[in-house]
């Protein structure tokens, strides 16, 4: 069920979904759904159609941990690799971003606009929520709609909810064990696989973790690739950076 605008408890009537609506998806999941339930989620109970969890890792910035489907995958992938996009300055400012068409972002973004460009054309409007306890900064949730337009009001107030909701679920389940910590924070393969080839990159060449990350990032951009594929690449010793 989605969101209502507007009516007396509104909030409290979001939140009883979204958890519904999380222990649905998790029962459908063999590892019990994690980050991705999280995403499903937020898609049945808000007024959009995708969803996508990015975390703020050390160095090598934000980087999609889970997706509602591929169309989000890939769009998350352009930001991991441009360095730059509407997730990025959500963390960075601590407030949402609103995009009101992601075909017009050159301005704003010009290298997430060109790589967006070149693995696909999307459209339709977006909403980058910063996920954070206090000061502490844990990622972004952003949430897409198929169609173009600057979201509503309603669509961001319920966005910035369910926001919380899904930091107290990370912070809350994790504190119950560590099979239920490794569950909700199961860092997935490609993010694993950039780290590692940072590390054999910062052995090549006797730099500092950021810079390896810089030259990762930088090589995919200059050839079409994505940052995940650079560092697959560099981990099956495909490629050298000191050649």
């Avoid at 173009?148 to 910035?160: H, Q, R, T």
Wanted: glycine share 8%.
């Amino acid at each position: 069920m989605k969101v209502r605008r507007n009516g007396v408890g509104q909030f409290d009537q979001l939140t009883d979904e979204f958890f519904s609506a999380l222990e649905f998806l998790k029962k459908l999941s063999a590892d019990g759904g994690g980050m991705t339930a999280l995403c499903g989620a937020c898609v049945r109970v808000l007024p959009v159609q995708r969803a996508a969890i990015l975390i703020q890792e050390r160095d090598a910035g934000l980087q999609p941990w889970a997706t509602s489907d591929s169309v989000a995958a890939r769009v998350e992938a352009v930001q991991a690799t441009a360095g730059q996009g509407p997730a990025v300055d959500a963390a960075v400012a601590g407030v949402p971003v609103l995009v009101a068409d992601l075909a017009e972002t050159d301005v704003r973004w010009p290298g997430f606009a060109d790589e967006l460009n070149r693995v696909a054309v999307v459209a339709g409007s977006m909403v980058a929520v910063p996920l954070q306890l206090g000061v502490v900064r844990f990622g972004v949730l952003d949430l897409y709609r198929t169609e173009p337009g600057k979201p509503e009001p309603y669509v961001i107030s319920a966005g910035l909810h369910i926001a919380d909701l899904v930091i107290a679920q990370l912070v809350a389940g994790s504190a119950k064990s560590v099979h239920a910590a490794a569950q909700w924070w199961d860092q997935p393969l490609t993010s694993r696989t950039i780290h590692q080839a940072a590390g054999i990159v910062l052995a090549q060449l006797g730099i500092r973790a950021p810079d390896a990350y810089a030259r990762l990032r930088a090589y995919a951009f200059a050839h079409g690739l994505s940052l995940a594929e650079v560092a697959a690449l560099v981990v099956d010793h495909r490629l050298r950076f000191d050649t």
